[in-house]
């Protein structure tokens, strides 16, 4: 009778004392009431009715939604929806249940004031544009406060942030100008370039046309040296010469009035008489 009593004694005894812990979680152990130590996952054993089991904590990333409403650094009040990735330490596991009465609840507003203080700091532009700072801020301001408690920030998720349809109407406005604005000064910037390379051009065409009525004109002075030249060894008077040269270069003109038509000729040989006018079509 008494051997069978003892092993059942025994089988309750082991029965009561083993516990098995699930993956990704972790039980925090008290003896006579003080936390004792935590049990990893698998099989384990504690003493019966002196050790027992208070609390399983889960080591998975536990999301934590909230909707905060802030002010940014230029007056604007915007609701930004944020999601929180949080876990528990697996080391820290015993002062992540011990330090906090209600962990979800505290890490959340601690991460929401953290938020709070940051946006402060952004205008509502920035806030729109940059809300990795935002993420990298809390992450850093509250790394060491968490870690004290037994938990970790992994992430934390801003999601567009949303203002009332005035202000939106407005930042729309504000934005649109500054397009405009840009686009303006684009404009202006191209047509300074263009008018620039277009004096430069007519610049460089009225220098081309300078020298070229230069070079015509020394050509036609040693045209007429070599003219006059040649004339006074043939025996013929500078003044005949001269007479002969002006009557050709009249002639020129004439011909090249008549190929071009619509211009008015006035002929000037006769210095006694008003000189004629010949209209040619």
């Known amino acids: 009778m008494f051997p069978a009593i003892l092993i059942f004694i025994i089988v309750v005894v082991l029965v009561t004392g083993v516990r098995t812990v699930h993956q990704q979680t972790i039980a925090v152990v008290e003896t006579f009431g003080k936390y004792s130590r935590t049990l990893t996952p698998g099989l384990n054993l504690i003493i019966p009715l002196v050790q027992q089991v208070v609390s399983v904590v889960s080591l998975r990333v536990q999301e934590v939604k909230s909707e905060i409403e802030v002010k ?3 007056n604007m009040f915007v609701r930004l929806p944020v999601a929180l990735m949080i876990k528990v330490r697996p080391e820290n596991a015993a002062d992540a249940y011990y330090k906090l009465s209600n962990p979800e609840n505290q890490l959340s507003t601690w991460v929401l004031n953290t938020l709070r203080g940051l946006s402060a700091t952004l205008t509502l532009t920035e806030l729109f544009e940059d809300r990795g700072r935002l993420v990298a801020g809390v992450q850093h301001a509250l790394e060491d406060l968490l870690a004290g408690y037994g938990w970790e920030v992994v992430n934390v998720l801003v999601d567009q942030p949303s ?3 005035d202000v939106q109407a407005a930042f729309n406005r504000v934005v649109s100008s500054r397009r405009e604005r840009e ?4 404009e202006a910037e ?3 370039i263009r008018i620039i390379g277009e004096a430069r051009a007519e610049a460089e065409a009225q220098t081309l046309r300078a020298e070229g009525l230069a070079s015509a004109r ?3 002075a040693q045209a007429l ?3 006059v030249v040649t004339a006074k ?6 003044q005949d010469t001269l007479t002969l040269l002006l009557e050709t270069n009249r002639l020129d003109t004439i011909k090249y009035a008549a ?11 006769s210095s006694g008489a008003p000189a004629p006018v010949v209209p040619l079509q």
């Open 233 to 238: 060894s043939a025996g013929i008077s500078e």
């Open 259 to 269: 190929e071009h038509g619509k211009l008015v000729l006035m002929d000037v040989r």
């Open 183 to 186: 686009a303006a000064e684009q």
């Open 225 to 227: 040296t070599e003219a």
């Open 72 to 74: 940014t650094q230029d």
């Open 190 to 192: 191209a047509k300074r």
């Open 163 to 165: 203002v009332s349809p």
């Open 218 to 220: 020394r050509i036609l």
